[in-house]
């Protein structure tokens, strides 16, 4: 399993928040739990403070993406470090699960985490795995969803580093809304042709005046 794997921990945290819709789904222990998936073990330590410890995580973790999309790379890696110092990991190779054709373990590193709580151990993991993505892909690869009022975080894997949504839904609300704009304002436009018609014939002079022959000098 490559450590880079371990950055979807940061997105899912982050996006458990949508601020300018005034939506929080991290509002119990359950919903703490659910957040680390099929690592159960980790999960049934969560207890009711870890809510507010989430949060709080979140609202880092969402600091480092925003600084990334606005291009600010120094201060999203100043960002990141600090949570790594403040919530370690130790590297390590395991080689659980993953069995080659002769049965044997097919080694992987796996991150070893060494939590006071359920926030310690998630928040280590996201951290490190962001900054695997980050030294891999680059900070330009950390992004936050264009399509307003969305704003959910994103890793961009694509080849070509093009992507600017968070989902394929959030991509098609956008060029939909992006269309229907183009479409007011062609319909707000003026006639253009016919005005530059008529303009242009306005400044023709008149038959009677064309005609009139100049004045004989004396």
Known sequence: MELAYYSD???RLVNT??????????????????LFGGN???????????????RSVRARLRAVFESADKGDETLAVDLLNSLLLEFPVSPQISGHDFRDDDGRPLWHMHL?????????????????GLAF?????????LGLCEAAPCRNAYLD?????????????CATRANVAAYRARKRREAALPDLPEKTGLAADSTQPSSAHAERPAPRGR
């Open 9 to 11: 921990y940061a997105v």
């Open 157 to 169: 894997t694509s080849t070509n580093r093009s992507r600017r949504y968070c989902s394929d839904r």
């Open 112 to 128: 070893a985490d060494h939590p006071s709580n359920a926030t310690a151990g998630y928040a280590a993991i996201a951290a490190m």
């Open 133 to 141: 993505h980050l030294t891999e892909y680059g900070v330009d690869r």
């Open 40 to 54: 159960q073990s980790a999960a049934r330590r969560a207890a009711d403070a870890d809510v507010t410890r989430f």
């Open 17 to 34: 928040e949508e601020p300018a819709r005034g939506k929080d789904a991290l509002t119990s222990v359950e919903a703490v739990r659910d």
